[in-house]
Nanobody, 124 residues
């Protein structure tokens, strides 16, 4: 019943890297535009990155631009988020989402499917 599953989170030090994975249970992810979001305690879900269905277009929040990369591994039916130069401000639960619309969007309400999240904690 779970449509998406995130993995790869953990506890790292500032400056380290992590790669998050979003795997599909029953969805073929090439049929969906995908997004990564994060949510820190007491805050709303925040857009991080998005990628088009084919994977030719990407879109990033200013706070992560130049540090994070969203990409697809279609052979594994997965969407990845490479996170470099991590900062304590990146600490959050990270979620992937999927939507069937053609546009790259940063509003979480537009996404149709979500995973349960993976925790990323960055210490100083």
């Amino acid at each position: 019943q779970v449509q998406l599953v995130e993995s790869g989170g953990g506890l790292v030090q500032a400056g380290d890297s992590l790669r998050l994975s979003c795997a599909a249970s029953r969805l073929t992810l090439t049929n969906y535009a995908m997004g990564w979001f994060r949510q820190a305690p007491g805050k709303e879900r925040e857009f991080v990155a998005a990628i088009s269905r084919v994977g030719t277009n990407t879109y990033y929040a200013e706070s992560v631009k130049g540090r994070f990369t969203i990409y697809r591994d279609n052979a594994k039916n997965m969407v990845l988020l490479q996170m470099n130069s991590l900062k304590p401000a990146d600490t959050a639960i990270y979620y992937c989402g999927a939507h069937a619309r053609s546009a790259l969007i940063n509003g979480p309400s537009w996404y149709d499917y979500w995973g349960q999240g993976t925790q990323v904690t960055v210490s100083s």
